[in-house]
């Protein structure tokens, strides 16, 4: 995946490898991941934890519902979304925060694609200076080609490092 002008890409490709948090670990099994209680939506600045975090540093839960709350809406209403102290909905279609395997992996293919830029650069320059612009530019066109088509082929973490 391209470093500069694909980047944005990259968790819709993370979605297609099923490397995401919340497909991997789904929040209705696993309710109390810390990728889910660090969340926070950037579009709507909403959290995960609807009431706050039991520990801002290192949280292992959401607080509970507020007792006052608890009694007036849940008690007459108990299938009330706001009944819950997490709130699922801010959750994106990939959840990839710090700490995960999604971000480990995003980020060794963006280390990997800075270093093959470098290298090509370098190569590059060798290249135009011994064959031209005119066969270099053919000779990449060709091998890109190759790798566009194996781009479609990309369904595991390993193959969109490589």
Known sequence: LGWFALAPLSLDVAYSMEICENQKYPPDEFPKRKAYLDFKNL?????YCRYGKNNA???TDCLPVP???NQEVCNEYPGNATCSPYDKSTLTRCVCTAGTE???VLGNAGI???ASTIFVRVALGTLLERFG???VQCGLMTMASVWVALATAI???W???L
């Open 57 to 59: 540093d290192s949280p």
């Open 159 to 161: 193959n969109f490092i």
């Open 133 to 135: 612009p005119t066969n």
């Open 102 to 104: 999604c971000r480990s």
């Open 67 to 69: 007792d006052a709350h």
């Open 155 to 157: 369904n595991a973490p």
């Open 112 to 114: 990997a694609s800075v």
């Open 43 to 47: 579009k709507t600045e909403k959290l």
